[in-house]
Structures are given as C-alpha cells and as structure tokens.
DNA sequence: CTGTTAATTCATCATATGCTTATATGTTCA
DNA sequence: TGAACATATAAGCATATGATGAATTAACAG
C-alpha cells in the first residue's frame, strides 16, 4: 500500500511526502521564476526570434534588421527594446546609427535546443 | 571602404551581401519559426514552469499539480492542456485519475540554460 | 440508479502583447 | 541654421492569454 501524501485537498494522490518536498526544495523562488519566465517569453516571438537569427551572423543596425525583415524600423526597435531589457542585445552608438549585436553565449543553445524538440515531434 | 549592401531601403547599412545571404540561408522557415516560438511561449509561464518543476520529479495527477502549487484544478488542467499540445508533457489514465508525466528529454536543458542566463545577469 | 470524486470544457473578464501611425530626439552635414 | 536621416517613444487598437466559476463528462462505490 501507498503511502499517503500530506496533501489534504487531495484525496486520490498517491505522490509521497519525499517528493513533494523535493519538489519544494528544488522549485526555484518566485522571483527566479518570474525572470525565467520573461526570458522565455522572450522568445516566445517570431519577430524576436527572427531578430535574433540576424544578430546570430553579425551585429547590424536598426534599419538593416528591418529591412531584412521586410518590417518597419518602429517595429523592429520596439522588440529590440525587449531584447535590451531581458540583455539578449546590447547596442553601441556610432554617430546616428546604433548598431545591435548579441549579449549571450547561451542564446544560441536554448535557440538550437528548442529547434530539436519541434524537429523530432 | 565597405561594400554597400543591397537593402536600398536603408542607407546606413554597412552589412555585406554575403551576410544578408547567410542570414536568408540559415534562418528557418516560417512554419519552423512559428512552432519554435510557440515552444517558447509554453515555458513562458511562471504556472506552466511550476508544473514542469513539479514534473521533473515525478509523475503526479492533476490535484496532486493543484495542490502542490496552491492553485485550483480547473487552471491547473488547462495549463497541462497547454503543455500536452506542445508535447511536453504525456498523460495516462488510471480509472478517473489523470497522470501526467514529461514526455521530453530535452525539456529540463532548456530549463537549465535558463537558468543559467538569468544566474550570470 | 444515485452520489461522489477527478478532470475537462465553456464563458467571461481583466490584463498583456505586438503592431501601426504619428511624433520626438539626436546626429550629421550642407 | 535647417534639412535629412536614424532611432526611439507614445497613443491607440486588435488580438491573445491566464484565471475563475459554472457546467459537463467520466469512472467508480454503494
């Protein structure tokens, strides 16, 4: 027989206690989820993911990515402020031009892992 | 001086040809885009990363989920209907308890990748 | 069959998101 | 200075999203 779970709202669990303070202890805090959350919603856009492809090759300025992206400059810097603010890019000024390049290494690695799930499914 | 390149709706532009093909070569198709933002957008939860937490554990019915995460059943099923439809997760039946269980190796990397960017910041 | 429990589905509401247009800021150069 | 250009920002709109409560489906026990 099961041991039962501490559960109380739940009557047809059969989850021990050790697992649901694993869970507990392993759960990162709310704060910790919440920016993990951001992040992936982050790319959680079609545009910004598109963005990000471009800046994968090189760094480039706000117009070059818009029109890459056959899109309108407005558009574009409002996501890129996205990315800015998660520090997916960062931006340096030369003149009138910013120009925008990656800010992470692991960017790529959660992009090619999320391409290998939706490729064997 | 820099070869201009063929984007005439931008005048700034320094990037070369050779990179606006690199970039049209490599970045996936729109379908591709679309399924890979959609990936995304499921692990941009706090709720839906809570589950796959809890899931990382173990597999566990639907109150069990509820009651863990201090939440009610209803939001808790339609988050799993989520996370089913993006085959993240699998379920299987045992009388009317619903177990739901990982169904991808490739979900806690890209949990953990993460993490690890949200840690360096 | 009836009542109970587990899970799902539906309708609704409040909020968040992405894009557009228009405007503002900032830089260069004639 | 002021015209042209690059970018950023603001306001507004349509759509998407997440949670809730009520109703529904499904399985089982008596």
Redesign the interface.
């Given at each position: 027989m099961e041991t039962r779970?501490n559960?109380?709202?739940?009557s047809?669990?059969?989850?021990h206690e050790e697992?649901?303070s694993?869970?507990?202890d392993?759960?990162?805090d709310?704060e910790?989820?919440?920016?993990?959350?951001?992040?992936?919603?982050?790319?959680?856009?079609?545009t910004r993911?598109?963005i990000l492809?471009?800046l994968?090759?090189?760094e480039?300025?706000v117009?070059?990515i818009?029109?890459?992206l056959d899109m309108n400059q407005s558009a574009i810097s409002h996501q890129l402020r996205v990315l800015k603010q998660t520090?997916l890019v960062k931006h340096r000024k030369d003149g009138?031009?910013v120009y925008y390049s990656l800010d992470?290494e692991?960017?790529k690695?959660?992009?090619d892992?999320?391409?290998?799930?939706?490729k064997e499914?």
């Open positions: 779970t559960i109380e709202s739940c047809c669990s059969v989850i697992v649901i694993k869970v507990r392993t759960m990162p709310e910790t989820l919440y920016d993990l959350a951001e992040l992936f919603k982050v790319f959680g856009d079609t993911i598109k492809c471009a994968f090759e090189s480039m300025c117009c070059d818009a029109a890459l520090r009138k031009v992470d692991h960017i690695q959660i992009f892992q999320g391409l290998v799930h939706i499914k």
